[in-house]
């Protein structure tokens, strides 16, 4: 185990029980990650790299500390070298500075903005309304399929201006390739998955930027051409990164933000009636759903300078992972924090990060989770639903592919 000697360097990592590439890590993560806040928060790995599992500690770094996504020699510090069609390197959230300011800008036009949520909700309500339709006539629903997966995927398709038949693609694509953010310390065979899910989402947003340039439309890959053709400093291929990263971090994020929250209050049926009782505690509901099962469990930055963290002082270039889950369940922060409570007061969670990085698009994923898990709550009432088993999907984020329930 890694001292916690104040400026001592341990000679070897531990994963102190808790290895986030184990097969059955996702399965239930939160005892192996107490264990590994208690024991130690500071952690250095097995890879080199340092986890860092208390709230106070993420929040500090977050907020405070001068970091980056790569190290100072500009390489990645998670990333497969192997992988390089369609890979990261130029995606927005690999940048920093400028570069991220103005990548960020370009995409807030058509992502991230109230604008872009206002517009969207009635679309959104109608997907959930049909999806509830169809799963009361046929007596039960697979949760991931028939509503978690469904809502963002024709949402995507409607801000990049694809078509809708090619949200099967998209599944498959984007759960593959997450595994590209922490790909270099995969199994051989999901880094080939991960470059071919690479490769065929370059073949195909080149395309698209392509077919934009002839012929802009009103999507985002249209918006992103013209704040590109302004001064001319993408190409085609560094615009398609940038669709292809969006995609991925907006879309199955947002399925696991559905599927785990909708788990969570079956898990909890008192949660799912007082929802129904007091629908008016859906917006603190999606944040008590973000912060006890999120996505991602944990993300990544890089010092810039050394910077004390919990009593260690790590040094520049000391890459960091930011256990987002464990800081989300850290009793010092929250009373009872393995309870499930959608009226919990004052739940200020990690899970879409923090500082200049914080995901753009968390308004339009909080707005569809509530219309989701409000209609699935109030049309259920009185139901005895009862679960299937889970299947997770290829994704590096903690994101179900198939959870089927019935209802009785």
């Known amino acids: 185990m890694a001292t916690t000697t104040k400026n001592a360097v341990p000679d070897a990592g531990d994963w102190c029980g808790a290895d986030p590439f184990a097969p059955d890590f996702r399965d239930n993560p939160y005892p192996a990650l107490h264990r590994l806040r208690t024991a130690d928060p500071v952690n250095l790995t097995p890879v080199g790299t ?78 959930v309304t049909q999806a509830m339709d169809q799963a009361l006539a046929q007596g039960g629903m697979e949760i991931v399929e028939d509503m978690a997966s469904l809502v963002p995927s024709r949402m995507m398709c409607h801000i990049m201006g694809v078509p809708l038949a090619d949200r099967p693609l998209f599944n498959e694509w984007t759960a593959a390739r997450t595994n590209a953010f922490f790909a270099r310390f995969l199994p051989p065979e999901v880094q080939q998955r991960t470059r071919d899910a690479g490769v065929a989402m370059a073949d195909y947003f080149e395309a698209l930027v392509r077919e934009r340039r002839a012929k802009p439309g009103e999507d985002l890959v249209s918006a992103l051409i013209r704040a590109e053709e302004q001064d001319d400093s993408l190409g085609d291929v560094e615009l398609a990164v940038q669709a292809i ?160 329930i019935t209802f009785h």
């Open 50 to 127: 340092w986890r860092i599992s208390r709230y106070a500690d993420v929040a500090d770094v977050f907020k405070n500390a001068k970091t980056s996504q790569t190290l100072s020699d500009g390489t990645a510090p998670n990333f497969d070298p192997l992988d390089q069609r369609g890979s990261f390197l130029e995606f927005m959230l690999n940048k920093d500075g400028p570069a991220h300011r103005r990548l960020r800008n370009m995409a807030m036009q058509s992502l991230g903005g109230a604008k872009t949520v206002r517009q969207m909700e009635s679309e959104v309500q109608q997907t």
């Open 245 to 404: 990263g969006i995609i991925i971090a907006g879309y199955e994020t947002t399925i696991g933000l559905i599927s785990n929250g909708l788990r969570a209050l079956l898990d909890h049926p008192d949660q799912m009636e007082r929802l129904r009782q007091e629908p008016v505690l859906i917006r603190n509901a999606i944040e008590e759903c973000l912060r006890y099962d999120t996505p991602i469990l944990f993300n990544w930055r890089v010092l810039a300078e050394p910077w004390e963290v919990g009593g260690r002082v790590l040094p520049a270039d000391a890459v960091l992972w930011m256990m987002l889950g464990s800081a989300n369940r850290d009793p010092a922060r929250f009373p009872e924090p393995d309870r499930f409570d959608i009226g919990r007061q004052d739940v200020a969670h990690q899970a879409f990060g923090g500082g200049v990085h914080f995901c753009l698009g968390n308004q339009l994923a909080r707005m569809e989770a509530r219309y989701a898990l409000t209609e699935f709550a109030q049309r259920t009432a009185g139901m005895d639903i009862r679960q299937g088993d889970i299947e997770w999907s290829h994704s590096f984020f903690r994101v179900m592919a198939k959870l089927p």
